[in-house]
């Protein structure tokens, strides 16, 4: 188990200055095992890796009320599942092939405990043509949707649910937001906003983290290869860039937002960005930029109460190494 303490924060905004922000402390739960270094503490939550070194992950899903969050694994597609107050998840349902899933990325769940994975470039692998986009499962692993979003090369990186119940998936190929939502006639997958005329496509990674505000206003987007943020609002569609001028958001993975404080996550960068949005979402302002443990890539996150659970991706692993791990930070919201 690494021993490596959080770092000291890197820059800090004169707005609001955060107590504990270079602090880990062990979240509360019943068995999460404990990694020292000094005064230093964190938290860790054991995945199931594969044997040989394959295993790598993304997304991470979490039901509130149940306190059980689900963790995608981008080689093979298989889903483990696991409760914020057990120090060890569990393989939940199978990947390399089942309901057509061999990738994985972005994963949430809606108020109903409806688990919603992101399949990155599933839908394209010349291996396995033909296969869908994206799934929704029911809390006990039922199968409810294996969906295409009919769009040519699309990668569905992250997902997010909207103040409607629906689901909105970013596409990391081209500038769109696909939206999932149950009718009358069964799920269906639409283009929510397709934003070519706005947001210029660069190289690497486009479009990933997303995240829906509160007042039910607006979609907040990152576009990581670039460092930008984008609001996407919700009644009229149009796109807006996020001023940050004090922020250099490059790498910009997961986004986690509270209130009007969002966290974004660097992935490669190794820090975590936390920004104080303004009410109409349109400026950010830098509060904290915290590095995190250089011997991990952070993809994405989840918050419940003050304690941001993080997945050790194993990016930067060839071939990845155990533990494999969910981390819990404390002190950053």
Do not use: C
């Amino acid at each position: 188990m690494r021993t490596k303490s959080w770092p000291r924060p890197l820059r800090s905004g004169a707005a609001i200055a955060l107590a504990v922000v270079a602090t880990i402390a062990v979240a509360p739960t019943a068995n999460a095992h404990d990694a020292h270094d000094g005064d230093h503490k964190q938290a860790t939550i054991t995945l199931p890796g594969a044997e040989g070194g394959t295993s790598k992950y993304e997304g991470i899903g979490l039901d509130e009320r149940r306190g059980t969050f689900y963790v995608s694994e981008t080689t093979g597609g298989k889903i483990s599942r696991g409760n914020i107050h057990r120090d060890a998840a569990k393989p939940w349902l199978d990947g390399n092939g089942t309901d057509g899933r061999y990738r994985a990325r972005g994963i949430t769940v809606d108020h109903d405990g409806r688990v919603y994975i992101a399949g990155g470039p599933n839908g394209t692998d010349p291996d396995h043509p033909g296969m869908p986009d994206l799934w929704v499962y029911s809390p006990h692993g039922k199968l409810l949707a294996a969906l295409d979003t009919g769009v040519e090369n699309a990668f569905l990186n992250d997902v997010t649910i909207g103040p409607d119940g629906a689901a909105y998936f970013t596409n990391s190929n081209k500038p769109q937001i696909f939206r999932v939502a149950k009718s009358r006639s069964g799920w269906q997958v639409s283009t929510f906003v397709d934003a070519s005329n706005t947001i210029d496509q660069q190289e690497g990674f486009n479009l990933g983290g997303i995240v829906a505000t509160r007042d039910g206003r607006a979609l907040i987007v990152a576009q990581g290869n670039v460092g930008a943020l984008w609001r996407i609002d919700l009644r009229t569609k149009a796109v807006t860039p996020i001023a940050h001028p004090q922020s250099d958001l490059v790498n910009a993975d997961g986004l986690v937002l509270k209130g009007n404080t969002l966290l974004v996550i660097r992935n490669f960068s190794r820090i975590i960005t936390t920004l104080k949005l303004s009410d109409r979402w349109t400026e950010a302002t830098l509060i904290e930029e915290t590095a995190t443990d250089q011997d991990r890539v952070f993809t994405t996150g989840k918050l419940a109460g003050n304690r941001l659970y993080v997945v050790d991706s194993k990016f930067d692993e060839t071939p990845s190494q155990p533990p494999y791990q969910v981390v819990v930070l404390k002190g950053l919201i």
